[in-house]
């Protein structure tokens, strides 16, 4: 190793479960591999662990410091391979994500916007779900929805229908912004630029009383009156006034177990928008736990960007700046108008040239068309990756933004046995191993010149090495 490491791991929960996290690292990883780790000791300053093949020819010491966010810092010796430390960086990030999902299943979480209807926290319905899938970044599965229908009409009507079906799906295109803006919570201006959030980190057994206890209705009066008497007066919603107010209703929180934020969501979407030279998009936020980014629109001059408050919580203000990036990317690409002519020219070849190939054996056919239009959709997924690390200039702030989002998927995706299947799915996506060592590979993205041609070189590559070859 040319030089030793220095690294932080940010925590979602409260400080107050640092030491905890530290123990759940000790005993359910360290502890767990004694031919990899050893000298595993934990005091009052942080956790210590050293790192090894086991015979001598290289170790790595690490130390975690008890603070929020955690300080890591690696101290190795010359041969301590460079891989080897990159996926105990991301075993560990790992092991606190799985530590913070067992907290956050018990955690009260409260947003608002102001002036904004009061909403509860909730996980999103199915039709907002297919909502997002379908109108967002490439819109490619409203498009492989409608194969069927096509079919049906052309069946009915001939060429007359099936023209007139591309017609109205072209409509959709064009009013993909004023669809998707019905599918958030809340609006973002520069007026109201502002999301307020507090979490509460209550135990197992007090979240269960909490459910027993407490209606919807009652929730949404507690949120109402935390409204009432911080953002309505132009006050932040602290964690002491929540705790005051849940008190008047017969609950009690430990103060220790409580954090608050305030994310200035506009001004991270304009300082986005200003590197890519773009118009202002219209933004709105989904009010729920979920970690997801979205953005559609015929044109930038259209775009929606919608963003989830799960996001807002996971991620810090420069990750969530490079996903906005990502986003924009899109808009900028103007992917939707793009796979939709891919899609529609496919489909006229389908009727004309490749017609024979299709009677022959339509099921096949079509099954190995939808992969391959996934496929070639994952160019411009990477592409997007691309723009942003060239726009916003963080790659490896978003290639951590990724690892946080997905950390269940990228720990999937790191065995040798699911590289293959994770590039053969059905997604738009790259795998995320992939998208995550690219953007760290990256030393001057200004240099490139043509990003699509980049990412279809890079895609191709992946997908050749996933196979071995």
Known sequence: MSENRSYSLDVEISPVYIDKILHFIRSYYLRQQPENFRNIRQTKQGLFFTATDGK?????????????PIQIEVEGSPNTPETVLDEVREDLLLVVKIYEEQVT??????????????????????????????????MLLIYILFFSIMVILFLLFGVYGVFAFIFIQFCIVLLSDKIFKRTGHWKITKENPYVHIVQYNLSNGEFGEFQEKFTKKMIMNMKSEIYKRSIALGMEPTCELGEEVFESYGMKCNPLHKSSKVVDVYSIVKTAVDRFGLPMPAIVIS?????NA???????KRGVVLITTGLLVHLEEDEILSVIGHELGHLQGRDPLILFGIIIGEFI????????????SPFLY????????????????????????????????LAESLRK?????????????SRIPSWLRFDTH???YFRIDRLERLNDPSNIKNPLLTSIKDVLMGFKSAFGL
């Open 56 to 68: 001598g020819f290289w170790a790595a010491n690490f130390f975690l410091k008890s603070s929020s």
């Open 105 to 138: 299943r018990s955690t009260l979480y409260f947003s608002w916007v102001e002036g904004e209807d009061i909403i509860p926290e909730e996980p999103p319905t199915l039709r907002r779900r297919l909502s997002i899938r379908m109108l967002t970044s490439n």
């Open 287 to 291: 009010n729920n736990m979920i970690p």
């Open 294 to 300: 979205a953005a559609t629109g015929p044109s930038p």
């Open 349 to 360: 070849l389908r009727l004309t040239v490749l017609f024979p190939v299709v009677v022959l």
């Open 366 to 397: 079509l099954f190995l068309v939808i992969w391959s239009i996934y496929f070639v959709a994952k160019f411009f997924e990477a592409r997007a990756d691309l723009v942003s690390a060239m726009k916003i200039g963080q790659p490896e702030v």
């Open 405 to 417: 989002i997905g950390y269940a998927r990228l720990a999937y995706e790191r065995k040798p046995s």
């Open 430 to 432: 790259p795998p995320l």
